[in-house]
C-alpha cells in the first residue's frame, strides 16, 4: 500500500492500520516526514501571511507616522520622552521606545503580532513566536531613518530566502514533535498491550502509534488553516491517539506473535 493510500486509511480504519505493524521501519519514517509537510503547510501559510503584512506596515509607519530615530553604538535614539506604540487594524502593533519603559518580556505578554524597536533590541512577536536580536547582532550600531528605509527594502529582496529557512525550521520542529509523541504514544501501547494480552513488541507499537496520530494530526491542520482556536487541544489531541492506538490494537489477533 502506497503512502497515500495508507494516509486515508489511517485517518478512519483501525483495522488497516493494524496491519502497517509488520512494514519496515524505513517507510515508517518517510510516513512521519510526509504526515510532518502537511501539518506544518498551514502554519507556514499563516506565518507567510503575517510577515507579509507585517512588513508592509512596517515600511509604511518607518516612512509616515514614526518620529526622527537614529541607532548609535547600538543604542536607539529619539527625541521623545515616552513610548511609541502605534496599533494597526488586524491585531498588528508596531512599537518604537528608546526610553526602556518597554521590556522584550512586555512586548511578548501584552501583544500579539507585534514589531518593536526597543532600547538596544529589535524584537518580532509573531504566530505567539517572539525572536529578539539586538542592533549589533543586526549590523545596525549606527543607522537613521534612511538606513532603515534601506534595511526594509533588502529584507524585501529576500523573502524568500526567510520563508525557506523559516519553513526548515518549522519543518524541523514539527519531525522532532511527532518523533516524541510517537515514542509516548508507543509506551501507551505497552500498558494496553499488557490488558489486551497481545504478544507485539515494543516496535510494532511504535509504527501503530505513527499511524494512530494521524486523525488528530488532519483535524488540527484544518483547525489552524481556519485560524480556529480549539479549547483543551493537548487534551482532546491525546485522548484521540490513545483511542485510535487501543482500537487498532484490538484488531491484532491475541495469537499474534513478535
Not at 518580556?105 to 525572536?131: G, R
Request: glycine content about 4%; cysteine-free.
Amino acid at each position: 500500500m502506497n503512502i497515500f493510500k495508507q494516509f486515508i486509511k489511517s485517518i478512519y480504519s483501525p483495522k488497516d492500520i493494524s496491519t502497517f505493524r509488520n512494514q519496515g521501519m524505513g517507510k515508517t519514517f518517510v510516513y512521519i516526514f510526509f504526515l510532518s509537510v502537511l501539518s506544518v503547510l498551514p502554519l507556514f501559510i499563516n506565518f507567510v501571511q503575517n510577515f507579509n503584512n507585517i512588513y508592509d506596515d512596517a515600511v509604511r509607519i518607518i516612512n509616515e507616522e514614526v518620529p526622527d530615530f537614529s541607532i548609535q553604538d547600538g543604542k536607539l535614539h529619539t527625541d521623545i520622552n515616552e513610548p511609541v506604540i502605534i496599533e494597526e487594524s488586524g491585531n498588528f502593533t508596531f512599537i518604537i521606545d528608546s526610553t526602556g519603559q518597554t521590556t522584550v518580556d512586555d512586548v511578548e505578554s501584552n501583544y500579539d503580532d507585534t514589531l518593536a524597536f526597543l532600547e538596544y533590541d529589535v524584537v518580532i512577536n509573531l504566530n505567539n513566536q517572539t525572536q529578539t536580536i539586538s542592533y549589533q547582532q543586526l549590523g545596525l550600531e549606527e543607522m537613521g531613518r534612511t538606513e532603515m528605509q534601506q534595511f526594509l527594502d533588502f529584507v524585501g529582496s529576500v523573502k524568500s530566502v526567510i520563508y525557506a529557512f523559516s519553513f526548515i525550521l518549522f519543518y524541523l520542529i514539527q519531525v522532532a514533535g511527532q518523533i516524541i509523541s510517537i515514542t509516548i504514544l508507543a509506551l501507551i501501547g505497552l500498558i494496553l498491550k499488557n490488558a489486551l494480552k497481545l504478544n507485539i513488541n515494543y516496535g510494532h507499537l511504535w509504527k501503530l502509534s505513527t499511524y494512530a496520530i494521524t486523525l488528530p494530526t488532519v483535524f488540527f491542520m484544518i483547525m489552524h488553516f481556519f485560524h480556529a482556536i480549539v479549547p483543551f487541544a493537548s487534551l482532546i489531541n491525546w485522548t484521540v491517539m490513545i483511542i485510535m492506538l487501543h482500537l487498532t490494537m484490538k484488531e491484532i489477533p491475541k495469537t499474534d506473535i513478535d
